[in-house]
Structures are given as C-alpha cells and as structure tokens.
C-alpha cells in the first residue's frame, strides 16, 4: 500500500510540476497584442451581438468610439431580443455616431441554432468588410486594441486571431475559479507550436474579442459551421483550421479587459451552460481528466499534510509546483505582476479544481434533464442538431 502512495504521489508532483514548465514557456513566449501599432488602413467591422446588456453595453459603445488607428472603422450591433432597453441603450450611447448601425431582431434563434450564432452570423452577413473582429458586450478595450487585433491577424496571415482578454473578478468564487479559464490552456499547451499547427485539436480561441479575415471566414462556413455549439468560438477556430487556415491565441494584455461573471451565481449559471461540452461532450473522457486532476492536484497535497518524511517533500514540491504554475498563467493572462489576490487564489487551486469538476457535473446533470437556459433561452441540445457532431 506504501508503494502505491509513493507511486501516486511522485506521478502527481511530476504531472503538476509539468504544467507549471508548460505555463512558464507559455510566459516567456506567447506574444501580446502591441501596444503601438501604425494603424490599419482597410475596412474594419466591429460585430457585437447584444442580449440583455442594457448595463454594460454603453461602456464598450465608449470604447468603440475612442478606437484609433482605424480610420475606416464600422460598428454593427444587434440587439438580440433583449428585454431591459439594450437599444435604447445603444442608440444613447452612439449619439448619433453614423459609424454604428445599431439593428434589432424580435424573433428567437431558428431551430438548430444557438443565439450568439445566430447573431454573429446575421451581423457578419451586413457587411463587405475583408476584417471582422467580433466583440462581446461585457469586454473593455483600449484605444488601440481594434487596430492592434486586426494588425496581428494580417501580421501573421492567419483566419483567426483570439486576443484573450484579461479576466477580472469580484467575488471570492470568481478569483477562484475564473482564472481557470486561462490555465486550462496555460498549462496544458505549448501555444508556440500550437499557433503555427493546422490540428483542430491544438486551437484555442475565446470569443469575447476575435479579429477574423472575411474570405476565411466564409470558406470555413462562418457561424453556420458551428450554428449548434455551446462554444462556437473554439469550435469556429477548428472550423477554420479544417479549411486549411491557421488559427492564433494571443493575450489582449491591457488592450482588453472583461468581467465574464459578476457574482457566485452568474458562474454558477454561465459556466453550467457548456462546460458539458468539453473534451468534445463525452462523459468517460471528463471523468478521465477529472481523476488525472486529481492525481496532480490533490494527491500532493494529501501527502504533503499526511505523510511523513520523503513522501511529504514530494507532496510539498507537487503543491508548489501547481501553485507556480497557476500564477505564471495568471501573470501570461494579465501582463503585470500578480496581485495578492492572485496569489491567494493559487494557494486555493486544489479547491479551484474541486469547484471545477463540481460544475461540470452539475453542467452534464442538467443537459441530461433538459434543463440548460441562458439568458431565458433553452440551449440547442446536439444530440438533435448534427451540426455541432460535425464541428466537435
């Protein structure tokens, strides 16, 4: 029984301590958006699918207005269905800007679609633009971070170009868990090699701040291709690498700022909406992550409070190991030193993990029961929309 212990131990401590290696090549390489960029001189749209945003929406319409560097800037809104005053919202805040088109949908997502789809593809669809940078509602940009998006996708001639925006957080919930976002990737990806392959499987894109090229876009299908899924931006991003374009993460750094959840509930809610599809939707597949989780995470960390001389060392490394490796994600995501909170919440990783595996439970519980909404909408289930089985 000893022997397995150790077994199980020393594999954790070496599981973890790979992950913090990963993060901190992924520290020392990973480019950011520039801060200077000499401006961009074809036609840029700005698409910004709108649902329930009355609150928030403004303060980006702000940002938008005060882009520079793209002198042929246009903005397409689509308020979305919403129910709390989202285009009076916008009409307000453009102040008669004829730079924006603010445009206004009444009817709900056709059968087989999911509403951010339908709305991305019905803005990309009003527009002749050769670049496309899709914006979520809740995401703050700098002055410049438009121009520097569509700079790095034609820097790199790329299809895709994910600037992952930093993700701020309030409650205690949020600092725990939503730095997870970053280090799932961090941790587990090389993003040198995996920016410059053609393999689905290595794309990552987040899809509150993306700057598209138009052809490649269509070519790959556009939101169509991925009309069905709970994450249509990592699976527009395996779209485009499908149809021979590559894909590229990049951090926004302080180009882009974004508060996903505000609050223990809206996490809760927001992240029990798709975190069912992950490692493509199969539940053996999770519970396989989920035990190599807890292996890395958790056995040290029993070992290290349990155990007794070597056995708690290995422990102690393993623990170290996973906490460096959470702020060296945190610190790729933000592009500044971390903050105490930051490292609180590295301290509390074995608990972020927990929370995680927790809410993808909850997650596959309620899809089972039918029982997934956002934004007082039910999602599409795949299960009757083939569509998302062919981008998975």
Not at 1 to 14: C, D, S
Not at 318 to 344: I, K, N, S
């Given at each position: 029984?000893?022997?397995?212990?150790?077994?199980?131990?020393?594999?954790?401590?070496?599981?973890?301590?790979?992950?913090?290696?990963?993060?901190?090549?992924?520290?020392?390489?990973?480019?950011?958006?520039?801060?200077?960029?000499?401006?961009?001189?074809?036609?840029?749209?700005?698409?910004?699918?709108?649902?329930?945003?009355?609150?928030?929406?403004?303060?980006?319409?702000?940002?938008?207005?005060?882009?520079?560097?793209?002198?042929?800037?246009?903005?397409?809104?689509?308020?979305?269905?919403?129910?709390?005053?989202?285009?009076?919202?916008?009409?307000?805040?453009?102040?008669?800007?004829?730079?924006?088109?603010?445009l206004r949908s009444a009817a709900h997502p056709a059968p087989g679609w999911t509403g951010k789809a339908a709305a991305c593809a019905r803005l990309a669809a009003r527009t002749e633009s050769a670049a496309l940078v899709f914006v979520d509602a809740d995401v703050r940009l700098a002055p410049h971070a438009v121009a520097a998006a569509v700079t790095e996708l034609r820097r790199r001639g790329a299809g895709l170009v994910s600037a992952w925006p930093v993700q701020e957080a309030g409650s205690r919930l949020e600092r725990l868990v939503q730095p997870l976002l970053a280090w799932s990737w961090a941790s587990t990806l090389p993003m040198g090699p995996a920016n410059h392959s053609l393999r689905p499987s290595t794309a990552v894109a987040c899809g509150?701040?993306?700057?598209?090229?138009?052809?490649?876009?269509?070519?790959?299908?556009?939101?169509?291709?991925?009309?069905?899924?709970?994450?249509?931006?990592?699976?527009?991003?395996?779209?485009?690498?499908?149809?021979?374009?590559?894909?590229?993460?990049?951090?926004?750094?302080?180009?882009?700022?974004?508060?996903?959840?505000?609050?223990?509930?809206?996490?809760?809610?927001?992240?029990?909406?798709?975190?069912?599809?992950?490692?493509?939707?199969?539940?053996?597949?999770?519970?396989?992550?989920?035990?190599?989780?807890?292996?890395?995470?958790?056995?040290?960390?029993?070992?290290?409070?349990?155990?007794?001389?070597?056995?708690?060392?290995?422990?102690?490394?393993?623990?170290?190991?996973?906490?460096?490796?959470?702020?060296?994600?945190?610190?790729?995501?933000?592009?500044?030193?971390?903050?105490?909170?930051?490292?609180?919440?590295?301290?509390?990783?074995?608990?972020?993990?927990?929370?995680?595996?927790?809410?993808?439970?909850?997650?596959?519980?309620?899809?089972?029961?039918?029982?997934?909404?956002?934004?007082?909408?039910?999602?599409?289930?795949?299960?009757?929309?083939?569509?998302?089985?062919?981008?998975?």
């Amino acid at each position: 029984m000893g022997a397995v212990v150790r077994f199980l131990t020393w594999t954790g401590t070496g599981v973890a301590a790979v992950g913090a290696v990963t993060t901190g090549y992924n520290l020392a390489t990973l480019r950011t958006l520039p801060r200077r960029v000499s401006g961009v001189i074809e036609p840029v749209t700005v698409c910004v699918p709108a649902r329930d945003e009355a609150d928030r929406l403004p303060a980006l319409i702000a940002d938008l207005r005060a882009q520079t560097g793209v002198p042929r800037l246009r903005v397409l809104i689509l308020d979305d269905a919403s129910t709390d005053g989202t285009y009076e919202a916008a009409i307000d805040a453009i102040d008669g800007d004829d730079r924006f088109t603010v445009l206004r949908s009444a009817a709900h997502p056709a059968p087989g679609w999911t509403g951010k789809a339908a709305a991305c593809a019905r803005l990309a669809a009003r527009t002749e633009s050769a670049a496309l940078v899709f914006v979520d509602a809740d995401v703050r940009l700098a002055p410049h971070a438009v121009a520097a998006a569509v700079t790095e996708l034609r820097r790199r001639g790329a299809g895709l170009v994910s600037a992952w925006p930093v993700q701020e957080a309030g409650s205690r919930l949020e600092r725990l868990v939503q730095p997870l976002l970053a280090w799932s990737w961090a941790s587990t990806l090389p993003m040198g090699p995996a920016n410059h392959s053609l393999r689905p499987s290595t794309a990552v894109a987040c899809g509150q701040f993306i700057a598209v090229d138009a052809a490649a876009y269509r070519a790959a299908g556009g939101h169509a291709a991925v009309a069905a899924s709970a994450t249509e931006d990592l699976d527009l991003a395996r779209a485009l690498r499908r149809t021979g374009h590559r894909t590229a993460l990049v951090t926004a750094g302080p180009a882009a700022t974004t508060r996903m959840y505000a609050g223990a509930t809206a996490l809760t809610d927001g992240y029990t909406r798709w975190l069912w599809s992950a490692y493509g939707g199969r539940i053996d597949a999770g519970a396989a992550v989920g035990a190599g989780a807890a292996l890395a995470y958790w056995v040290p960390v029993l070992a290290a409070l349990c155990g007794r001389g070597l056995l708690r060392r290995a422990g102690v490394l393993g623990y170290l190991a996973a906490v460096t490796g959470r702020v060296f994600a945190r610190v790729t995501e933000t592009r500044r030193a971390p903050t105490r909170a930051d490292l609180a919440s590295a301290m509390a990783h074995p608990l972020a993990v927990a929370g995680y595996l927790t809410l993808w439970v909850r997650s596959h519980r309620r899809r089972r029961a039918g029982e997934l909404r956002w934004k007082q909408r039910p999602l599409v289930s795949p299960a009757t929309t083939p569509v998302a089985d062919r981008i998975g």
